[in-house]
């Protein structure tokens, strides 16, 4: 198992309210598994998706990533910088630098050299092999998630987290993403857990789970 939560409880107070946004959720990913989750708007994927990521902390519960109990790590951002790759809906890519230097910031954080050749590589694979020196505002936003895809996918992750990947694309980038998430699953072995609202890509889902009123159901 690459991932493995148990009983895990999140709630948030607004005001007076106190809103019980995760309840008991409890689910196992396997290496190489797809995991798709969907959910009404507010239901806490966003929610459940920063706590199985490390940037957030549930109230109880425990989360086991890679044999790790992620309660008891001290050094968080090297364990997530390490084993987690994020997509989020807005790319997040930074402005000032270049696509290339964009995708290698996982590894300067982590002071690791740099293999031109490999990133060379990787820029052909995702079809930008003549943007590397480009900066992201001259970027579709298609483009621009497939910079965002190999910023996560770059320290080879044990996992990728992609909160609502396709939210800000057109029909064709959808396809083009999901066709891109299931290469890198299937040449890669690479696992994911995906929250969307989009129907096709919450099919790619080897396991698919719906969130709501705090419960995670599998289908
Ligand atoms: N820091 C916070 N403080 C208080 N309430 C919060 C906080 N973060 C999230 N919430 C609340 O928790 C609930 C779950 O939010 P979350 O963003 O996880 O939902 P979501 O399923 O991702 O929704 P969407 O589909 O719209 O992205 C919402 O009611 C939200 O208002
Ligand atoms: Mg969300």
């Given at each position: 198992?690459?991932?493995?939560?148990?009983?895990l409880?999140?709630?948030?107070?607004?005001?007076?309210?106190?809103?019980?946004?995760?309840?008991?959720?409890?689910?196992?990913?396997?290496?190489g598994?797809?995991?798709?989750i969907k959910?009404?708007?507010?239901?806490?994927?966003?929610?459940?998706?920063?706590?199985?990521?490390?940037?957030?902390d549930?109230?109880?519960?425990?989360?086991?990533?890679?044999?790790?109990?992620?309660?008891?790590?001290?050094?968080?951002n090297?364990?997530?910088?390490?084993?987690?790759?994020?997509?989020?809906q807005?790319?997040?890519?930074i402005?000032?630098?270049?696509?290339?230097?964009?995708?290698?910031?996982?590894?300067m954080?982590?002071?690791?050299e740099?293999?031109?050749?490999?990133?060379?590589?990787?820029?052909?694979?995702?079809?930008l092999?003549?943007?590397?020196?480009?900066?992201?505002?001259?970027?579709?936003?298609?483009?621009?998630?497939?910079?965002?895809?190999?910023?996560?996918?770059?320290?080879?992750?044990?996992i990728?987290?992609?909160?609502?990947?396709?939210?800000?694309?057109?029909?064709?980038n959808?396809?083009?993403?999901?066709?891109l998430?299931?290469?890198?699953?299937?040449?890669?072995?690479?696992?994911?857990?995906?929250?969307?609202?989009?129907?096709q890509?919450?099919?790619?889902?080897?396991?698919?789970?719906?969130l709501?009123?705090?419960?995670?159901?599998?289908?």
């Amino acid at each position: 198992m690459i991932l493995s939560v148990k009983n895990l409880s999140k709630n948030f107070r607004d005001g007076k309210k106190n809103l019980n946004v995760l309840q008991d959720v409890s689910f196992d990913v396997k290496k190489g598994e797809i995991v798709t989750i969907k959910g009404p708007s507010g239901s806490g994927k966003s929610t459940l998706l920063s706590i199985l990521g490390t940037l957030d902390d549930a109230d109880s519960g425990k989360i086991v990533i890679n044999s790790t109990l992620i309660n008891e790590v001290k050094d968080l951002n090297k364990l997530r910088n390490l084993n987690i790759g994020f997509v989020f809906q807005f790319h997040n890519l930074i402005s000032e630098l270049t696509l290339e230097e964009n995708v290698l910031i996982p590894k300067m954080i982590n002071k690791e050299e740099i293999d031109n050749q490999k990133i060379e590589e990787l820029f052909t694979f995702f079809d930008l092999q003549d943007r590397m020196k480009s900066f992201p505002n001259d970027l579709s936003g298609g483009e621009k998630q497939r910079v965002a895809v190999m910023r996560a996918i770059i320290n080879n992750p044990s996992i990728v987290i992609a909160d609502e990947p396709t939210g800000n694309l057109d029909k064709e980038n959808v396809l083009k993403i999901i066709a891109l998430f299931k290469k890198l699953n299937i040449n890669n072995k690479l696992t994911f857990i995906i929250a969307t609202h989009d129907d096709q890509i919450f099919e790619i889902g080897h396991s698919k789970y719906n969130l709501e009123s705090g419960k995670l159901i599998k289908i």
